[in-house]
């Protein structure tokens, strides 16, 4: 789950992170209202998901009520890649002596978090890791030792940030760890870190992802799950509690399993189609479940066939069967339904799935059989 800026810097002041007083809005009154509060200079920045936002226009320096007023309405309203601007932060403007990065992300290979820092802030870190890798400072944190302060500070020392800013920068980093682990994050990055000319290290931006999965230990969450953009046919998955990845091809996939749902993506791909997304139904492939799936599914225009491919293991097949049978009775579908079922009872399952074959409905023993299948109906 991707924060939106306000959100992260709610999420890092939680964990005494520095960061300006602000407000969100989504009315250019209300951005102006905002703004008197606070008091000038304020920066005016869309919130989306998506960066970049500076070079784009979403970021605006406001020294009186007028520019407030003439930013907010600019940038409300605002393309940035694709995403409409809804909300803006207003907050107070920072003075800026010197501008770096920071980020905690886990490095799967290495199976350790991964912390980067860096003196050059304030531009795209890919940018930065490919004219001058050297200027990124990396440290590999063993998840069961932790960041400690000595480490921390030999880091910053790496770094070679301004030596004014150390001891501010190594109190935010144990801050931002502790953000990253406790909070459940899969990314914490600030870009820029600030060092202002007083000598306070600040934190400006906040790109935080969090480990949807881990939700139900975090109630201060829903707010930001609110916040959430999802094109349709995945708010409506979601809806249905199920596990769906919208892609662009035309056949629809519904597998028992995540593992099983992506080899079934792979297959599709493998024998020349392309799949039009990726449903995973989880253990309990009961009637209701899949006629969720299938509701899902069916609403998606690009959808010209449906592959349901199910492997039994406490799933019984011919429960799977009955199932399917009982959402086809439910849901009127659109796209002809090719099932592979195998693994326990498949035969009995198989036996359900025969009495009701038809041009619409027809089952094959193989997975790859199956895939061709439907393949092949999809380009009709
Ligand atoms: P991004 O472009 O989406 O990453 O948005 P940022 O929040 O990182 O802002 C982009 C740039 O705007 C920063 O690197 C700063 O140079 C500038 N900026 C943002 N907030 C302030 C502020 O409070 N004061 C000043 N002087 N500049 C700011
Ligand atoms: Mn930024």
């Known amino acids: 789950m991707d924060l939106l800026e306000y959100q992260g810097k709610q999420f890092f002041a939680s964990f005494g992170i520095p960061v300006s007083p602000g407000e969100a809005a989504t009315t250019v009154e209300d951005a102006v209202a905002a703004a008197e509060r606070i008091g000038y200079p304020v920066v005016i920045k869309a919130q989306v998901h998506v960066g970049g936002r500076g070079k784009a226009g979403g970021v605006k320096l406001a020294a009186n009520v007028d520019e407030a007023r003439e930013h907010a309405g600019n940038i409300l309203g605002l393309d940035i890649k694709g995403h409409v601007v809804k909300t803006v932060w207003v907050e107070f403007a920072s003075d800026i002596a010197e501008e770096y990065y920071a980020s905690f992300t886990l490095d799967r290979s290495a199976k350790k978090h991964l912390g980067m820092l860096s003196a050059q802030g304030g531009v795209e870190i890919e940018a930065v890791a490919e004219t001058d890798p050297d200027a990124i400072a990396k440290i590999w944190i063993d998840p069961v030792d932790g960041l400690d302060e000595a480490t921390a500070r030999t880091w910053v020392e790496a770094a070679k940030l301004n030596p004014a800013a150390t001891d501010g920068a190594v109190d935010i980093l144990l801050k931002l760890y502790r953000a990253y682990t406790e909070g459940d994050a899969d990314l914490c990055e600030i870009n820029p870190l600030i060092l202002k000319p ?60 995540a593992g099983l749902a992506m080899s079934t993506v792979d297959i599709v791909n493998q024998v020349g189609g392309k799949p039009a997304n990726f449903l995973d139904i989880g253990g309990g492939a009961n009637a209701e479940v899949m006629a969720g799936a299938l509701e899902v599914i069916n609403n998606d225009p690009n959808v010209k066939s449906i592959f349901i491919n199910i492997f039994g293991g406490i799933t019984k097949g011919d429960e799977v069967a009955n199932g399917i049978v009982t959402a086809l009775g439910r849901v009127k579908i659109d796209a002809p339904i090719v099932i592979r079922i195998d693994g326990t009872n498949a035969e009995q399952g198989r036996e359900i799935l025969a009495a009701h074959e038809s041009e619409m409905l027809q089952s094959k023993p193989t997975m790859l059989e199956a895939a061709r299948v439907a393949v092949e109906l999809a380009a009709k």
């Open 198 to 257: 007083t000598g306070e290290v600040h934190a400006l931006d906040a790109k935080v992802t969090l480990d949807g999965n881990a939700q139900f230990r975090h109630e201060g969450w829903e707010a930001f799950e609110a916040t959430q953009v999802r094109d349709e046919r995945e708010q409506a998955a979601h809806d249905k509690g199920l596990q769906y990845v919208g892609l662009d091809g035309t056949v629809g996939v519904i597998a028992n399993g």
